[in-house]
């Protein structure tokens, strides 16, 4: 490579990378605003979440883009080419994240309907916890940090315990008061929906340990002492 390509190269990898945490950035949003129109009852904050939704496509198509043509301009060593296509998975999970947003605030739009079922209590936990599990994916992403990496993927076994509580809770109410029903079927599709934001995430952290070791820990046990 001549020092102007490679600056272009690394020009181009430095957007890659801005690009997804701002796509990262939007979806966390998305999660807050989410879980406060079903906390707060404020239906207006549906409107907004379904409004970012096209901004994060757009995103996930720029970093498509980038990634291509980074791969097809440029001969990126084993370890770039390892970022370059984890690029490309990150922003999948990401995007999938904003579709999981938007079917939390159409669930809690139809919930706001009716009188509240219950205080809110595990849900805005899942929902903090997933939003941070997110956060700190992106961050280990950029510090390459296999540590908060790992630490990532054992908060998704907290979030796991919090939607069978909240499923077993919702489950109770309703057998007691068939009434509650719809109410409460809604508000575990939103515990469900928050379980797979967090599994998106540990998605991204699972993928940031490969690009760091080069080691799939996928489908197995993570040894978090290596």
């Known amino acids: 490579m001549n020092l102007h390509t490679d600056k272009r190269y690394e020009e181009g990898l430095q957007s890659l990378k801005e690009l997804i945490l701002k796509m990262g950035e939007v979806v966390e949003e998305m999660i807050a605003l989410a879980m406060k129109s079903l906390v707060d009852r404020n239906s207006n904050l549906v409107q907004e979440v379904i409004q970012r939704d096209p901004e994060v496509n757009d995103l996930e198509i720029a970093i498509d883009d980038r990634c291509l043509e980074l791969l097809a301009l440029h001969q990126p060593a084993a370890s770039d080419l390892r970022f370059i296509t984890i690029g490309l998975k990150i922003s999948k999970d990401l995007e999938r994240i904003g579709d999981l947003s938007v079917n939390i605030v159409e669930n809690a739009l139809e919930i706001n309907k009716e009188p509240a079922l219950k205080p809110y209590i595990d849900l805005p936990k899942m929902a903090s916890k997933s939003q941070t599990m997110v956060k700190d994916s992106l ?88």
């Open 139 to 226: 961050d280990a992403f950029v510090k390459r940090d296999i540590l908060q990496a790992e630490r990532v993927c054992k908060v998704d076994d907290e979030v796991d315990d919090l939607n069978d509580r909240i499923f077993g809770e919702l489950v109770a109410i309703m057998k007691k008061d068939p009434e509650s029903i719809s109410r409460s079927t809604r508000l575990i599709s939103i515990a469900k929906h928050l379980e797979r934001i967090a599994d998106h995430a540990t998605n991204i952290a699972e993928e940031i340990i490969f690009m760091v070791k080069g080691k799939d820990i996928r489908h197995g046990k993570i040894s978090f002492e290596e």
